[in-house]
């Protein structure tokens, strides 16, 4: 069972399109951590957003915790082949940070 | 500061032989971390310290995994006897605690190939 369901697994774009990744759960979480892996890398953290309603900018990323602090979003504006990698979203739960991790968006941005 | 370090990055042995897998945290991060991530899944949590104690293995499949982190520092997971379906790309990240929030650096990984 997977405690956070990612949407879409799979997105392939032109370069200037916008897109919406979500990231849903029936779970409450203290935080909600978005990260951006490349391929051979470890995933890189974008942003930690932690109250209900949050909303976080990150020049043309714009990510949103839910109200009840169980789903988030991720909104890319004009995406750029830059912006092509997998997307993590990550529930922080339990003591010492501990993350469960959704199953990813996998982004194409085509030039 | 220097970032997470692991070695090796790649490592292909032979169902039913061992492996180990070392990770150098960011210093200062007293919290350590091992995940799995098989191909096209998001990372798995396999094993937490807290400086040199364990504070979450649930996850960590103890008949074959085991991991230590004995000065609270580097740590070492290894995979004894090793599965086909270990195959899988093994990061270890490293945290600490800024205003009640973790926020985790991973290393690289390293991927491992059973055949």
């Known amino acids: 069972t997977q405690l956070l369901e990612q949407s879409p697994q799979f997105l392939s774009i032109q370069e200037g399109e916008n897109l919406t990744v979500y990231c849903n759960s029936s779970s409450v979480f203290s935080s909600l951590q978005w990260y951006r892996q490349e391929p051979g890398e470890g995933p890189v953290l974008l942003v930690t957003v932690v109250t209900g309603g949050e909303v976080k900018k990150l020049k043309r990323l714009t990510f949103q915790f839910g109200d009840a602090r169980k789903d988030s979003s991720l909104h890319i504006t004009a995406a750029q082949p830059g912006d092509t990698g997998l997307y993590l979203c990550?529930?922080?739960?339990?003591?010492?940070?501990?993350?469960?991790f959704g199953q990813g968006t996998e982004l194409s941005v085509k030039p | 500061e220097a970032g997470v370090a692991q070695s090796p990055r790649y490592k292909i042995i032979e169902k039913r032989q061992s492996v180990a897998f070392w990770c150098n945290p960011i210093s200062g991060h007293a919290t350590l971390y091992w995940y799995q991530q098989i191909l096209g899944q998001g990372p798995k949590l396999l094993i937490q310290f807290q400086n040199n104690g364990v504070v979450d293995d649930s996850q960590l499949p103890k008949d074959r995994f085991s991991a230590e982190r004995l000065k609270g520092v580097d740590s070492t997971l290894k995979i004894q006897p090793a599965k086909l379906e270990d195959s899988a790309v093994y990061l270890c990240?490293?945290?600490?605690?800024?205003?009640?929030?973790?926020?985790?650096?991973f290393g690289p990984g390293t991927r491992l190939t059973v055949t």
């Open positions: 990240a490293s945290s600490r605690n800024s205003g009640g929030t973790y926020e985790q650096y």
């Open positions: 990550a529930g922080e739960r339990g003591q010492g940070g501990k993350l469960i």
